[in-house]
């Protein structure tokens, strides 16, 4: 039964739940190894005041404000911030590729590399190494080699066209925020080539099938299925997916904030946790973690691996094998477990409510009250508790009118619990009696 008050995505995120408890491996969270005081290697560390200027995503902004005179000093203030958040992912993703970069003379890969952010700093950082930026836009690309020729990088290649095109031997691809289905394009063909991974994955809620995304060329259907593993896809169908990448994609800490905030966090995990298996299937080993800087962006999770019968070298998997508690896990616990599912409580509720609440467990009844804040919970149960105790003074029905549906969600939910009859009649009323 479903739980009154829900919404598809936070049904899905039920089921997924009990399947953990089950068959189904949970998310699990590794330590960025940045974030830690150890190092598995001597060049994981970017130094940006010894790179040449065009090399920091600074410089871009700075481009940014010169093309436009009219930008005003707030609007000067918030791009060099954002540029300073984009210098910590560049560092997070890139000192795991270092990590994953075995010997001199590797070919790394940045798919949708656009201007180079991630790629130019990498090829400074090991020159050893020759850096391709793929990407479809032939204008990125020109901005791209602009900045490598100031910066005087040798050993940076371009290559203009689609993802799933590209088909020379490389030893690490990567991919910053490559948007939508465009990280799944990059991690099939890492596999198809056998390559090491580290992708950041942006904008998950391009991979429903309503949504738009420039990676679908010409308005096309996904040239990706989902869900990506069998493991997730043999207990959520193709339209639930479409509701946990909806509820899982987000731009600010604001959207992931509070009780909602920690379900579409959650959301996000399980979108990852997916991708994560989908290698694993696929004889890799994978791994998740967050960047080092977590608040360098909301969309910090992470993706390594490496072909199951080629790892790198021991130091730099166990270096990178430390797991950590998710806090976004650990929010969802604190969330299931802030409402009260006791005998004692449950002791005066009727009996299809009771079903409802303990058929689901306390997730289930978290779920359908975080929409609401405590006090409008408990000024709905008042008001239609006086209206169950009142023993006909008050006639045979009430009638409670609401402004908006989230609001005659909570009036259908609290009579639920309570154990009354409800409908709703018209666009903004909610009848209520009782049984």
């Not at 020729?149 to 990567?174: C, E, H, T, Y």
């Not at 929010?331 to 079903?355: F, I, P, R």
Request: proline fraction near 5%; hydrophobic fraction near 40%.
């Amino acid at each position: 039964m479903a739980v009154v008050g829900t919404k598809s995505f936070e049904r899905t995120l039920l089921r997924l739940h009990a399947e953990a408890e089950a068959d189904l491996p949970p998310p699990i969270l590794h330590t960025h190894p940045l974030a830690r005081v150890a190092s598995a290697s001597p060049h994981l560390h970017l130094s940006w005041s010894q790179l040449h200027p065009s090399l920091h995503p600074q410089w871009l902004a700075k481009s940014e404000n010169i093309r436009d005179a009219r930008v005003r000093p707030a609007q000067h203030e918030r791009t060099a911030l954002r540029a300073e958040r984009k210098a910590r992912q560049v560092e997070s993703l890139a000192s795991l590729v270092a990590m994953l970069t075995a010997g001199r003379g590797a070919h790394i890969v940045d798919f949708a590399g656009g201007t180079g952010p991630l790629a130019l700093p990498l090829a400074a950082l090991l020159p050893w190494c020759v850096v391709t930026i793929v990407d479809v836009k032939r204008q990125s690309l020109a901005l791209a080699e602009t900045r490598a020729k100031q910066a005087g990088l040798q050993n940076v290649r371009l290559w203009l066209g689609d993802i799933k095109d590209f088909d020379q031997p490389f030893s690490v691809g990567m991919a910053l925020h490559a948007c939508g289905e465009a990280t799944d394009l990059a991690m099939d063909v890492c596999i198809a080539a056998s390559a090491r991974f580290v992708l950041c994955p942006c904008c998950v809620g391009k991979l429903s099938r309503s949504a738009s995304d420039p990676y679908k060329p010409n308005g096309t259907d996904s040239r990706v299925s989902y869900p990506r593993s069998a493991a997730v896809a043999s207990c959520v169908s193709s339209e639930e997916y479409d509701a946990l990448a909806c509820a899982g994609d987000f731009a600010d800490s604001e959207q992931v904030s509070g009780r909602r905030g920690a379900l579409r966090r959650l959301c996000k995990a399980w979108l990852e946790h997916d991708r994560m298996l989908y290698a694993v299937e696929r004889g890799y080993d994978c791994r998740v973690c967050r960047m080092h800087v977590e608040d360098a962006s909301p969309k910090n999770h992470i993706l390594f691996g490496w072909p199951r019968g080629q790892p790198p070298a021991e130091a730099v998997v166990s270096a990178m094998g430390h797991e950590r508690a998710d806090p976004t896990l650990a929010s969802t616990t604190q969330l299931h477990q802030c409402v009260a599912c006791d005998a004692e409580a449950l002791a005066g509720v009727a009996g299809k409510a009771q079903s409802v609440l303990c058929g689901t467990g306390l997730l289930g009844t978290a779920l359908a009250t975080s929409e609401w804040s405590q006090t409008e919970l408990d000024e709905m149960h008042s008001r239609l508790r006086r209206f169950k105790e009142s023993a006909g003074a008050e006639g045979d029905h009430l009638v409670v009118s609401s402004s908006s549906s989230r609001q005659r969600r909570l009036v259908h939910w609290v009579a639920e619990f309570e154990g009354l009859l409800h409908r709703t009649e018209g666009k903004r009323n909610v009848v209520v009696k009782r049984p």
